[in-house]
C-alpha cells in the first residue's frame, strides 16, 4: 500500500533552519506532485497548500513562505524535501506532506491529494 513517512521536524530557535523529509514507498514519487501543508497548534489544518512540486519541476510557493521554504525531491531516493530557512515561531506546527498524481496542473489544496504522510511536529522557539 502507500505509504508516506514525513522525517526531520524538531525544536530550533527563529530564525534557525531544518530540512524535512516525506519518503514514499509503494508508489514512484516521480509520476506524482507533492505538496507540503501544516497545521498549527489549535488550528485546523490549513487548506491550502505551502508549497508543491510538479515532476517536471515546477514549483509553488504560499507567500508565507516564499523566500523561506524550497521544495526540492530526489527521485532516486523516492523522497521529496522541504528546506526551511528564516524560521519563525509562526511556523510552529505539524507538517504534512501529500502526493497525488501529476497530470499537469498543480494542485494547491489539501483536497486534491489523495495520498499523505503522518506528519512531523515542528517547535520554533522566539
Known amino acids: 500500500q502507500v505509504q508516506l513517512v514525513e522525517s526531520g521536524g524538531g525544536v530550533v530557535q527563529t530564525g534557525g533552519s531544518l530540512r524535512l523529509s516525506c519518503t514514499a514507498s509503494?508508489?514512484?514519487?516521480?509520476?506524482?506532485?507533492v505538496g507540503w501543508f501544516r497545521q498549527a497548534p489549535g488550528k485546523k489544518r490549513e487548506g491550502g497548500v505551502l508549497c508543491t512540486g510538479s515532476r517536471d519541476g515546477t514549483t509553488y510557493y504560499a507567500d508565507s513562505v516564499k523566500g523561506r521554504f524550497t521544495i526540492s525531491r530526489d527521485n532516486a531516493e523516492n523522497t521529496v524535501y522541504l528546506q526551511m530557512d528564516s524560521l519563525k515561531p509562526e511556523d510552529t506546527a505539524v507538517y504534512y506532506c501529500a502526493a497525488d498524481l501529476d497530470y499537469g496542473v498543480q494542485l494547491k489544496r489539501a483536497y486534491e491529494y489523495d495520498h499523505w504522510g503522518q506528519g512531523t511536529q515542528v517547535n520554533v522557539s522566539s
Open positions: 509503494g508508489i514512484t514519487l516521480d509520476y506524482y506532485a
